[in-house]
């Protein structure tokens, strides 16, 4: 049972989502995105380790987790050319899982959602008066959910110090997902926390006789947005180009 941080982004829910709850079942297609493209970057504890042989299922190029988690792993558009591993070798890489429910099909992860945490980003002006947004790096905050909202909200925009307007904006969930016959960094750091010894935990031991909310509130603790930081650091390894900010691409 592994414990995985899923990004939800607010327009994939408010399009194509179904709202869901702590303790839900759910079955998502899950991508694999370069953490700097996604609100700007400066994502850290959100992160998500996978290694394992690369492979190509029904056009779509994904990588199957060395613990049996599938994720797939999308083509930069903007690329000169397509840095993704090829389909039978092997790749090791630190990103953020996001549902993707445009585009192409792939095989989808599914589990229960053991906690839910609305984000809401920071946004500023691309220049004073300029009326085009853009987010701020890691200027966000993560707020405890029992469900995850449908439409999500923001905040009246106010002028700046330097003359930009800026605003908040809910732009998703965090939700933690629990998958059956996984294991991950997550995990471990759970049992960590728990006290539970690394030799001979079995995987699925650290959601085992907790209660739900504390749960909950352990894993909130274990996914804080930082400010500082960036991925390749604190331990996290990073791969040349193996993942994109949108879509599965559809070729090899």
């Known amino acids: 049972m592994g414990l995985w941080h899923v990004f939800y982004e607010d327009w994939q829910m408010e399009c194509c989502g179904t709202p869901f709850a702590v303790g839900d079942e759910v079955s998502w297609p899950l991508l694999l995105l370069d953490p700097g493209t996604v609100l700007g970057g400066?994502?850290?504890?959100?992160?998500?380790?996978?290694?394992?042989?690369?492979?190509?299922?029904?056009?779509?190029?994904?990588?199957?987790?060395e613990t049996g988690l599938a994720v797939a792993l999308g083509?930069?558009?903007?690329?000169?050319?397509?840095?993704?591993?090829?389909?039978?070798?092997?790749?090791r890489s630190a990103g953020l899982l996001s549902v993707e429910r445009h585009g192409a099909r792939w095989p989808e992860?599914?589990?229960?959602?053991?906690?839910?945490?609305?984000?809401?980003?920071?946004?500023?002006?691309?220049?004073?008066?300029?009326?085009?947004?853009?987010?701020?790096?890691?200027?966000?905050?993560?707020?405890?959910?029992?469900?995850?909202?449908?439409?999500?909200?923001?905040t009246e925009a106010e002028r700046a110090a330097d003359g930009r307007w800026r605003r908040s904006r809910e732009s998703g969930v965090v939700v933690t997902l629990e998958v059956p016959g996984t294991d991950s960094r997550l995990s471990h750091a759970v049992r960590e926390a728990r006290g539970i010894p690394r030799q001979g935990a079995e995987p699925g031991a650290e959601t085992r006789g907790i209660p739900a909310a504390d749960?909950?509130?352990?894993?909130?603790?274990?996914?804080?947005?930082r400010r500082r930081g960036r991925p390749g650091t604190a331990g996290w390894p990073t791969d040349p180009g193996p993942v994109a900010r949108r879509g599965a691409d559809e070729g090899p």
Do not use: I
Not at 78 to 85: I, K, L, S, T, V
Not at 113 to 124: D, Y
Not at 215 to 225: G, K, Q
């Open 42 to 65: 400066g994502w850290l504890d959100q992160l998500t380790e996978v290694a394992g042989p690369v492979e190509e299922v029904g056009g779509v190029r994904m990588v199957r987790e």
């Open 109 to 154: 992860a599914g589990g229960l959602v053991r906690a839910v945490q609305v984000l809401t980003q920071a946004w500023t002006e691309t220049a004073p008066g300029s009326r085009s947004y853009e987010p701020v790096a890691a200027e966000r905050r993560l707020r405890p959910v029992d469900r995850c909202p449908e439409w999500f909200k923001e």
């Open 215 to 225: 749960l909950a509130v352990l894993l909130e603790s274990l996914s804080t947005p």
């Open 75 to 91: 083509a930069d558009p903007d690329a000169e050319e397509d840095r993704r591993r090829e389909p039978g070798g092997r790749m």
